[in-house]
């Protein structure tokens, strides 16, 4: 039994008794003989954050990779055997690898996840020239350029599986105050679905599990729709499961809101994204997950990129919930900011790396998307989680009252953090 002594609940100050994986007494509690006691001094005692989409291997493998979204000059670095980076959103071939880094073996994915470059040492090693992969691309004399499009399994192949740390990951999202996730991964073999249930101590769901009973994921590629029978065989197909379809374009939500008129929705479907909503369409959506932490680290790029029709229906959040819908945040991590926190700021200022705000209307109180990270992982629609007696012990404390967690939201505040009981971070001394 644990006794966490002068916490701060939404009703006040006290003190909360857990046993085993549940939470058993709340009030004004003393210390029972060998039961061991944490004391809060007043600061907020949460149920643990839940992040609603978020991808744990490619988080995994990204953060042992280094990180090339500023730049290629990471690259340069000494050091042994490959390098893995990631985030590139330039443009070149081997020959441009080769001038940063000639040495060691290089391999550079490009951030929109369909590219991979190598440099000229890589290619030697992984003697690509005698590749008849058709993603090999090639110049005008027949030799491998370094660009491999969608050759994820090719490299697996020749590269061998790396296991990816998700130990490491569980513990840094403990460290954030999470303790459930939804991965959001199309499709998981078997192997990878035991591996992450294996490693890491977070709650999860598995929108990728061919065999659970959750959401299922449904992917409405950007740039090319399926057709409209397609989408209601597809959504036909995963009933009675519900769907979690990924969802970016205004033509790709317009198809799939048809699509689910036709084959009736049910409790636990959602749209992921959700990047463009029309205003007219407002009120007639699923759940949507979205990513406010996209426009503190890609708004800047929308605000270039993007037409100004979709500008103003970017990443919507206040106007759906106006309308009667429900929206809970997401990191979307490796892709967006994984840090809850970060991606509470992000919802509150919708502000980019320069300054400036988009679409300040759909700003919400960080109390509200903290809302949305403390509903259960299965039904986005039920009351946030609460700490009361009988409720699964996921909880987090923090060094602060609610108040200034709420006005200054930041991982550092996060001071303790069990899940079913257990402390998975943190000093409770
Ligand atoms: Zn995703």
């Not at 490009?110 to 993603?135: C, F, K, M, Y």
């Not at 939500?253 to 029309?278: K, N, Q, S, W, Y």
């Not at 259960?376 to 967690?405: I, Q, S």
Request: aromatic fraction near 4%; proline fraction near 7%.
């Amino acid at each position: 039994m644990t006794l966490l002594l002068d916490v701060e609940l939404p009703e006040g100050r006290c003190d909360v008794r857990v046993d085993g994986r549940l939470v058993v007494e709340v009030g004004q509690l003393s210390r029972a003989a060998g039961e061991e006691a944490v004391n809060g001094n007043g600061g907020a005692l949460l149920p643990g954050l839940h992040d609603h989409h978020l991808h744990l291997l490619a988080t995994a493998a990204a953060s042992a990779s280094v990180d090339v979204r500023d730049g290629l000059g990471p690259l340069a670095s000494a050091g042994e055997g490959w390098l893995r980076a990631v985030g590139w959103s330039g443009d070149g071939d081997r020959h441009v690898l080769d001038a940063v880094q000639r040495r060691r073996p290089v391999r550079v994915q490009h951030g929109s996840g369909a590219l991979w470059v190598l440099n000229t040492e890589a290619i030697g090693l992984l003697q690509l020239d005698r590749s008849d992969h058709p993603g090999v691309e090639r110049d005008a004399h027949g030799q491998p350029t370094g660009r491999l499009w969608r050759a994820d399994a090719l490299l697996g192949e020749l590269l061998g599986r790396e296991t990816p740390d998700l130990a490491g990951l569980g513990l840094r999202l403990a460290q954030l105050g999470v303790t459930g996730v939804t991965d959001a991964t199309p499709a998981l073999e078997p192997g990878a679905v035991r591996l992450l249930r294996a490693s890491v101590p977070q709650k999860l769901q598995l929108l990728g599990d061919a065999v659970g009973t959750g959401p299922r994921k449904i992917v409405i590629a950007d740039h090319a729709l399926p057709s409209y029978p397609e989408l209601v065989a597809q959504l036909r197909d995963i009933r009675p499961r519900a769907a979690a379809i990924h969802c970016v374009t205004r033509e790709a939500l317009i198809l799939l809101l048809a699509a689910m008129e036709e084959v009736g929705t049910i409790l636990g479907d959602r749209i992921e994204h959700a990047a463009v909503i029309p205003e007219e369409l407002l009120g007639h959506l699923p759940t949507v997950v979205t990513q406010p932490g996209f426009l503190t680290c890609h708004g800047d790029r929308y605000r270039a990129e993007v037409s100004d029709d979709d500008l103003p229906d970017l990443y919507r959040y206040r106007s759906v919930l106006q309308a009667g819908g429900h929206v809970v945040p997401s990191s979307d991590a490796p892709y967006g900011p994984i840090d809850p926190w970060q991606v509470l700021r992000a919802a509150r200022d919708r502000r980019a790396a320069s300054g400036a705000v988009l679409s300040r209307f759909e700003r919400v109180p960080v109390r509200v998307a903290l809302d949305g990270m403390l509903r259960p992982l299965a039904d986005l629609t039920a009351p946030a989680r609460a700490v009361v007696g009988g409720a699964v012990a996921d909880l987090v404390l923090l060094h602060v009252p609610r108040d200034e967690a709420l006005d200054h939201p930041e991982a550092d505040n996060v001071r303790c953090t069990w899940i079913d009981g257990g402390l998975v971070h943190g000093d409770p001394g």
